[in-house]
């Protein structure tokens, strides 16, 4: 077994935004590696799809539709995984909410609703898993998916990458703080990846899709598993010694920025 996927087998995981893309991806690979796994999310009928190809494959799950802005519901979501699987190793924060929208004409509730889903609702699900962990006297792992953006900021995020940044600056401060406690927090960055909802939100016409291709120097997007494959070392015992890290899995995006020098790209 590699060191990927070890120290999975009967483990419980909880992933929030599980019931498609990323999250799904990574609820999957842990169900694969022997983990129970908890999905939650706002959509019953995705959060079951999740369920069901647990299932076929072999993993134990359980579906909780819950929104995570809500702490008394993130409460009891950690309550329902408890009761079903009898204790918690570890979170996937993965919900989130994003749309393309100028600064400057963005709404109040726009900012809020996309904050409120990705700062306060990492931050209510941290809490309360760490609650638990502390509880049971376990250590645990809990990672939060983020963006590049979240640092080197990008036109028409500035509410998810205020938010991104946020979870952050949370998972570091709560590193220090979670680490007598043996729970190891970090964050995951991804690039552009072949999914249904990114792919609608952020990049809807051809020509848009081209243009993120195109920022990308691997020259191609990164399939759902990938990404998860980096979750899951992140969260697994390869990764017992690191803790308050983002690893940023995007082809080189971030990297590739430039304005200028484009032609010292080697092509093939």
């Known amino acids: 077994m590699t060191p990927a996927t070890s120290g999975f087998d009967g483990r419980t995981y909880l992933v929030t935004g599980g019931g498609s893309g990323i999250g799904r991806a990574i609820a999957l690979a842990l169900g694969a590696a ?43 979501l950690v309550t329902r995984s408890v009761e079903r699987f009898g204790a918690l190793d570890g979170l996937v924060n993965n919900a989130a909410g994003n749309f393309v929208a100028s600064g400057i004409d963005l709404s109040p509730n726009g900012w809020r609703a996309v904050v409120d889903i990705v700062l306060n609702g990492s931050f209510h699900c941290t809490r309360a898993v760490a609650r638990r962990l502390r509880e049971q006297g376990t250590p645990g792992s809990i990672l939060s998916v983020i963006a590049t953006y979240a640092w080197h900021g990008h036109p028409g995020t500035v509410h998810s990458a205020a938010a991104k940044a946020g979870v952050l600056a949370m998972t570091r401060t709560l590193a220090v703080e979670l680490a007598p406690l043996g729970i190891r ?84």
């Open 34 to 76: 022997g983990a129970h796994v908890v999905v939650a999310g706002r959509t019953p009928d995705r959060l079951a799809e999740t369920v069901r190809l647990l299932e076929a494959d072999g993993a134990q799950a359980l579906a909780v539709p819950t929104d995570v802005r809500d702490p008394a519901a993130v409460d009891a």
């Open 185 to 268: 927090l970090n964050c995951l960055a991804p690039g552009p990846t072949e999914t249904e909802g990114a792919g609608a939100a952020l990049w809807a016409t051809p020509q848009a899709r081209q243009e993120v291709l195109d920022s990308v120097p691997a020259g191609r997007f990164a399939a759902p598993r990938e990404i998860a494959d980096a979750a899951l070392f992140l969260l697994g015992e390869g990764a017992s010694y690191l803790t308050g890290e983002c690893l940023t899995v995007d082809g080189g995006q971030w990297l590739g920025k430039q304005v200028y020098g484009r032609s010292a790209t080697a092509t093939a």
